[in-house]
């Protein structure tokens, strides 16, 4: 285990629904991060929170909203989501933003919208 | 800016044999260079990261990667592969003054007995 669990680990929305991803760390870390990962693509950042402030929207639409209540939780907010939304969501935390730093990653949500 | 680049979607090798991954990184400026794995229906993990020094350098699971600057290079090694290292493999790019890091596509090793 890394540390970091996420849930749910599948999810099937319709593109009408609201549904929410949650994300915690037991690591102690101070960072925390949400990727999308689709097939054969490179991981795109979506999000990066430091010490609960968001520091990162990497031109995200906005029916993906973060929120970030603490240093040890996460959330990604989803509401009409298209098809092409559809991908693996991974949750990512560092100590720190340092540019050495390891992140370490969830098992991610596997989210299918129809 | 910045982006990785690994050119082979997937490679295939026999157990026993060496495995080489390959990554091209573009930035302009210092480069901070890493390996993550990712295992069937798991995140992603940590293997190895270049920062300062030695260029070659190892991590876990008996990889090692070299940096070769001139070559813009970052390639993931192991001198021979097991089944077990079957996966996705993502090869990583941080400039020194940032905490963006960049992904390259990956690249899905299978590894025959």
């Known amino acids: 285990e890394t540390g970091v669990t996420q849930t749910p680990r599948h999810l099937v929305m319709g593109m009408t629904n609201k549904k929410s991803l949650k994300c915690e760390q037991h690591?102690?870390?101070?960072?925390m991060y949400w990727y999308k990962q689709s097939a054969k693509k490179p991981l795109e950042l979506m999000f990066v929170y430091s010490l609960e402030e968001r520091v990162e929207n990497n031109s995200v639409p906005s029916r993906f909203s973060p929120e970030c209540p603490n240093s040890s939780h996460l959330f990604l907010h989803l509401h009409t989501l298209q098809p092409e939304d559809s991908a693996l969501y991974l949750c990512?935390?560092?100590?720190?933003?340092?540019?050495?730093?390891?992140?370490?990653f969830g098992s991610g949500t596997q989210l299918s919208v129809l | 800016a910045q982006s990785v680049a690994q050119p082979e979607d997937q490679v295939n090798v026999a157990e026993g044999n060496p495995l080489t991954v390959k990554c091209t990184y573009s930035?302009?400026?210092?480069?901070?260079l890493f390996w993550y794995v990712q295992y069937p229906n798991r995140g992603l993990q940590f293997l190895l990261k270049y920062i300062t020094g030695d260029n070659l350098v190892k991590g876990s699971y008996g990889f090692e990667a070299e940096f070769n600057k001139s070559q813009t290079s970052f390639h993931l090694k192991k001198p021979s592969a097991l089944v077990s290292d079957s996966a996705l493999y993502f090869c990583?790019?941080?400039?020194?003054?940032?905490?963006?890091?960049?992904f390259g596509a990956g690249t899905t090793v299978t590894v025959r007995a």
């Open positions: 930035v302009s400026g210092n480069p901070y």
């Open positions: 690591l102690g870390h101070n960072a």
């Open positions: 990512a935390s560092s100590q720190g933003r340092g540019s050495n730093e390891k992140l370490f």
């Open positions: 990583a790019v941080r400039l020194s003054n940032d905490y963006k890091l960049s």
